[in-house]
Nanobody
């Protein structure tokens, strides 16, 4: 069992920045691909970004790719989501996920473990 714990969410004004962190408990963290998803009230869970086990391949959805950056530190068993130039439409609960057999990394079903989520609220 892998446990994931997100942190770094909060309230920020439009145009501001936040950095989310996701700490993993497993000693085999370096072999898991990682992803970030988000869910706004009344909406489906949405893919945000993914990163492969080595950190050499990264992908983010079009709505955030020019503003958000996913990264990881295998030494620290942690994945990050740097969010810049935040917009009110970024308001959501953000979830971290880990998977051992990830392909594109864009589908919920590719991931085996999920964190509890952290709230991000962007005021206008």
């Amino acid at each position: 069992q892998v446990q994931l714990v997100e942190s770094g969410g909060g309230l920020v004004q439009a145009g501001g920045s936040l950095r989310l962190s996701c700490a993993a408990s497993g000693r085999t963290f370096s072999r898991y691909a990682m992803g970030w998803f988000r869910q706004a009230p009344g909406k489906e869970r949405e893919f945000v970004a993914t990163i492969n086990w080595s950190g050499g391949r990264r992908y983010a959805t079009d709505s955030v790719k020019d503003r958000f950056t996913i990264s990881r530190s295998n030494a620290k068993n942690t994945v990050y989501l740097q969010m810049d130039r935040l917009k009110p439409e970024d308001t959501a609960v953000y979830y971290c996920a880990a998977g051992s057999s990830v392909r594109t990394g864009q589908a919920d079903s590719e991931y085996d473990y999920w964190g509890q989520g952290t709230q991000v609220t962007v005021s206008s």
